[in-house]
Structures are given as C-alpha cells and as structure tokens.
C-alpha cells in the first residue's frame, strides 16, 4: 500500500464545504469519486482542513493510500484526474509520501484570506464580501495586532465543537488595501470553527468606529462568543497556504 498527498485548490461556491454530508454536494465526495473511478478501487481522501459552505481554497493538500502501484505516471494521473474534476476543482500535483505522513495533523501552519470591498465587483461576484462603508485601516491593524498578543479565541470560534482546547498560535495578522478593497490575511498553527470569520466581522467594527481598542480586548478576555462581532458569510473567504516541515 502507498500513500499519496494531492494538491490542489478550489471554488467553494457550489460545495457544501470540504467534508462529505449525505446528500449534499462537497469537495472532498467530489474528489474520492474521481479518484475511485480512475484507480478502479475504493479511495478515501483525508484533507488538511474542514472549508465551510461556500469557502474556498487556493492552497490546499490532501492524502490517500491505494493498494498498489498507481501504475501511471503522477503527472499522467493530474492530467486524468482534472479531466474528470468539474471546472472549480484543480489538481496542481500528486506526490507519494511516507505511509505516516498525515495532511491535516502535519500541517504546522495555516494563512487564510477574507477579501471585502465598499463596490460592486461583477468579475468577483462569489469571491468577496461588500461592505457598506469605507473602513479605517489603522485602527483595524492596531486591533489586528492586538489579537496577536492572545492564545485563547475562545470568543470567536462556533459554540459546541468537539475541540480539546480554543488555544491559537498566531504569527500574522493584518490588513492590506488591494485595488478595489482591502484584505485581512492571518495565519496561525491552527484555527477553530468559523474563527476567521467572526474575527473579520469583529475588527471591521473596529473600522467603522463601533467598537475601540479597549472594547475588542474585553471580547477575547471574556472567552465568549456572544461577546464578538457578526461572522461574515462565507464567500470572501480563503484558504492560502498551508505549510509543513521541510
């Protein structure tokens, strides 16, 4: 038996996340279907995370073991692999690893994008989230930078998720202007449930003048999600990079 990392990216739009859900369309469904139909024997893909609805991923890895010799060459598999693939899935490369190399407990970091913008963007549509007013940058960086004096996120991750601990590492965390909005880039060992988003949400109140320096330290300090801001919706979001050992 041999075991395989995939990487690749996609457009979140029409999945329902990475995870397969009966009866809902999903990445990772999507992927293992290809995969069986070409390699002719059951496949089961592990993937570095779990996208939501709607999230997309322009970095992405994923692993599965096959019991034998793929018998094509790698680059005649991607070749194959994308031809079956609808549109918004893409194989960049398919690599062999070592029987215990893992995608998603490998991983020591993640970078993840939101992207919005006060216009309308028809050559986005899907890909940003517009906002309603024009956001004041620095106080949104001095209270991104703030965050990073932090470990416990508890007041920004989704209430009931099995995890043994909301304690985040985060290495990065700023926002840039890009022609025609601006962007919040963070990056951290790991993340929780919907943390970006309500994070996002948080510090564009901080942007808009709703909410100080002081207030946003109540909120991480109070380890309570109730206490932050609004979780933006899913479509500005992106997976950016994901980074392992070596």
Not at 55 to 79: K, Q, T
Not at 178 to 186: D, K, L, R, S
């Amino acid at each position: 038996m041999g075991r395989y990392f995939i990487h690749l990216a996609y457009n979140g739009g029409c999945y329902h996340g990475w995870q397969t859900q009966p009866g809902l369309p999903t990445v990772q469904e999507t992927l293992e279907g290809a995969l069986s139909t070409l390699l002719r024997e059951p496949i089961a893909v592990v993937g570095c995370g779990r996208t939501d609805t709607g999230v997309h991923a322009s970095d992405f890895y994923a692993h599965f073991d096959v019991n034998s010799e793929l018998g094509i060459r790698n680059s005649e598999l991607v070749f194959k692999l994308n031809s079956f693939l609808p549109p918004d899935i893409v194989i960049f490369d398919i690599f062999p690893v070592a029987e215990n190399a893992h995608a998603r407990f490998d991983a020591v970091a993640r970078t993840y994008q939101y992207h919005v913008s006060d216009r309308r963007l028809p050559f986005r549509q899907g890909q940003y989230c517009r906002i309603y007013f024009v956001p004041d940058i620095g106080r949104m960086n001095e209270a991104a930078r703030v965050l990073m004096e932090y470990e416990d996120f508890t007041s920004f991750a989704k209430l009931h998720t099995q995890v043994k601990t909301n304690i985040c590492h985060l290495s990065r965390s700023e926002w840039t202007e890009e022609e025609g909005g601006w962007v919040f880039t963070i990056r951290s060992n790991r993340f929780l449930r919907n943390m970006v988003r309500s994070v996002t949400g948080t510090l564009l109140e901080v942007g808009r003048g709703k909410l100080d320096i002081a207030g946003l330290r109540e909120i991480v300090e109070k380890k309570d999600r109730c206490a932050a801001g609004v979780s933006m919706p899913a479509c500005g979001l992106f997976l950016t990079k994901v980074e392992y050992p070596g």
